[in-house]
């Protein structure tokens, strides 16, 4: 798939904004200063994976950056430490606050 210029640089940018979303956390930063206190190195490294499609030329995006179809409803569930580490990134479950 062919992508152009500026979705590169859209790409690029979310990229961009999740490092420093981690890297200016004060709960990561506290986890990770701990875990050097208790003797460790530590090296962090993570996987993002990011999909997307194109939409077809009727499909329109509302105001608010929906699209015209509905939404497909998804759950997911979650185990303690997953749950821990999207709070972690600022990233609140559904019934949180």
């Known amino acids: 798939m ?10 690029q940018e979310l990229g961009q904004a999740i490092n420093s979303a981690l890297t200016t956390s ?5 986890v990770m200063g701990r ?9 962090l490294v993570l996987e993002l994976t990011i999909g997307f499609n194109k939409r077809a030329a009727g499909e329109g995006v509302s105001a ?3 699209t015209s179809h509905p939404p ?3 759950r997911l569930t979650f185990s303690p430490e997953d749950a821990r580490f999207l709070r972690a990134l600022k990233i609140n479950l ?4």
């Open 26 to 30: 004060e709960d990561v930063a506290d």
């Open 35 to 43: 875990i050097r206190a208790a003797g460790y190195d530590l090296l």
């Open 2 to 11: 062919e992508l152009d210029d500026n979705f590169k640089r859209l790409v």
């Open 94 to 97: 559904d019934g949180e606050n």
């Open 64 to 66: 608010d950056g929906e």
């Open 72 to 74: 497909v409803p998804l």
